[in-house]
């Protein structure tokens, strides 16, 4: 899925909270969705957006899950798991 064809991407009240628990800033979360490493879609047809966010000298892989009903992506949650090889993330 291409950003442009999106018109806005909103954020869940539980994405937030999760962002402010996790330390994940916005921008990080908007750039992912923007230029993913990787793109999947779900078995309940969300989307999982993959990129990939530091923490001192670790590298994480940013998953962010979102429902898109090609007008609005409405961000669901955000996490960043060191599990990298468990999601499949290319590296």
């Not at 999760?18 to 921008?27: G, V």
């Not at 779900?42 to 590298?59: I, N, P, T």
């Not at 994480?60 to 609005?72: C, G, H, K, W």
């Amino acid at each position: 899925m291409a950003m442009s064809a999106v018109r806005d991407v909103r954020f869940t009240d539980h994405a937030r909270a999760r962002m402010r628990e996790r330390a994940i800033a916005e921008h990080a979360v908007l750039d992912t969705i923007a230029r993913p490493a990787r793109t999947l879609v779900l078995a309940d047809g969300r989307l999982e957006f993959q990129g990939w966010v530091s923490r001192g000298d670790r590298r994480l892989l940013l998953r962010v899950i979102a429902d898109d009903d090609r007008t609005v992506l409405t961000v669901v949650t955000v996490l960043a798991t060191s599990k990298i090889a468990k999601y499949g993330a290319p590296t």
